[in-house]
């Protein structure tokens, strides 16, 4: 019994010390390519999954957004890194987190590194917002981009609750305190409030967007609404500078870091044990787009029609 308790308590002790932030475990770095003398670094990020702190919510495991702020951190701290190639493929994700990459990625450049981006798969909304902050972007051929805007997501089910008889007698404070209840009927005042708000972050954007990519405001605003974009099309109206494979992708970084000869470093971030037993608890799928839309309102820079 004792030797049980004991193994309890050391699994407890486990559990609190890796529960801390998202991407708690360390950042693990593999050599790529080494070079005899070599006294300076690129390195390769790997950035896949939802822009979103904490859970990701969609049978995912750990959002991406801790995980990518602890290497863009660790790249900042190392005088030896001369530039980053992050390889983006998400659908987006929270417009904080978002906009807190972004910033971080700022700080990267003002550190003096070089920063491009190699566009995957899929770098929508908010992996946009992410990618202008980068002072190259290539994506790949097939590369689907773009869904620049904000969404809002809920559902209201108002009308089925009355259609059965049943009523919302929630109290509130004021008339906006219930805005975007499930089962209140939306108010014209609250449809107002929301658009502002998205206007807002939609403005802010394209504004990003705009300065990122030395782009005019209404240039950008003209293929800023909502659609997708081959990667070819991004090409021709200036959301990124180059399509091509990794190759290509880690040549252009090597040329604008200057003098080399360089160590190619790949980041990756180990998972705590608390971050692995999460992600092995995760719901289907299914029920995590559900559990995303039952939680408090959030605007997203997201690219997800099964929202919609």
Request: some cysteine.
């Amino acid at each position: 019994m004792l030797g049980v308790a004991v193994l309890g308590g050391v699994l407890l002790v486990g559990l609190s010390a890796g529960g801390g932030s998202v991407g708690g475990g360390r950042v693990r770095e593999s050599v790529v390519e080494a070079h005899l003398g070599a006294t300076r670094r690129l390195v390769r990020i790997p950035a896949r999954g939802v822009l979103i702190e904490g859970s990701s919510g969609m049978g995912d495991g750990p959002g991406l957004t801790g995980p990518l702020r602890e290497m863009l951190e660790r790249a900042a701290e190392d005088t030896r890194v001369a530039g980053v190639l992050i390889e983006l493929d998400t659908p987006g994700g929270s417009v904080t987190d978002s906009d807190l990459l972004h910033a971080q990625m700022g700080k990267l450049r003002d550190a003096g590194k070089k920063v491009h981006v190699l566009m995957g798969d899929l770098c929508a909304s908010g992996g946009v917002y992410l990618a202008v902050g980068a002072e190259r972007v290539q994506a790949l051929p097939t590369t689907v981009t773009g869904s620049i805007g904000v969404l809002i997501s809920g559902l209201n089910v108002a009308g089925l609750m009355a259609r059965y008889g049943v009523e919302d007698t929630s109290v509130t404070s004021g008339p906006n305190k219930a805005m975007m209840s499930l089962t209140r009927a939306v108010e014209p005042e609250h449809q107002r409030i929301l658009q502002g708000i998205v206007d807002a972050m939609y403005d802010r954007f394209v504004k990003l967007v705009s300065e990122g990519r030395k782009l005019p405001p209404d240039r950008v605003k003209a293929f800023a609404d909502g659609r997708l974009l081959t990667a070819d099309e991004a090409l021709a109206v200036g959301l990124v500078d180059a399509v091509g494979y990794a190759d290509a992708a880690m040549d252009a970084l090597r040329e604008a870091a200057g003098e080399g000869p360089f160590e190619i470093v790949r980041y990756d971030v180990e998972p705590s044990l608390f971050e692995l037993l999460k992600a092995r608890a995760a719901p289907s799928e299914p029920n995590a787009w559900l559990s995303l839309l039952t939680r408090a309102p959030r605007a997203m820079y997201l690219f997800a029609p099964s929202l919609r």
